[in-house]
């Protein structure tokens, strides 16, 4: 579901400023706050103004905005410095992808040493 903005959606009001946030980054496309249960040292998320629930709700017309959300994930990474030893970006898709706000947005995180696989198999 793509609409400008969902009244019942948290990351629509934070982004509008309704519900108050630790805003690091606003433009007229794009917001990015202190997530509220941080798992690293920085971890900031980046949402579009415009409510889209979910990566499978993207179209060929989102490229320029997710590449922007992307630009300035980077941007916020070198600000808070973080961007010389390394950080994770991290986009989930739907309830089995991790997805539990469902207002599309990156995980910008960093601030200590990360392993891969982010989570352990079993």
Not at 23 to 37: G, R
Not at 44 to 62: C, N, V
Request: charged share 20%; with cysteine; hydrophobic share 40%.
């Amino acid at each position: 579901m793509t609409d400008s903005y969902n009244e019942n959606c948290i990351f629509c009001k934070i982004a509008s400023e309704k519900i108050p946030s630790k805003k690091v980054y606003s433009d007229e496309q794009i917001f990015a706050f202190h997530d509220i249960a941080p798992v690293a040292p920085v971890h900031i998320l980046i949402i579009p103004k415009r409510h889209i629930e979910t990566l499978d709700d993207l179209t060929s017309d989102d490229a320029l905005l997710v590449g922007k959300l992307i630009i300035v994930a980077k941007d916020i990474a070198r600000t808070l410095g973080i961007a010389e030893s390394g950080y994770r970006i991290n986009l989930n898709c739907k309830r089995d992808g991790g997805q539990t706000v469902f207002h599309i947005h990156a995980h910008l995180i960093g601030g200590k040493s990360m392993g891969w696989p982010p989570f352990p198999t079993t």
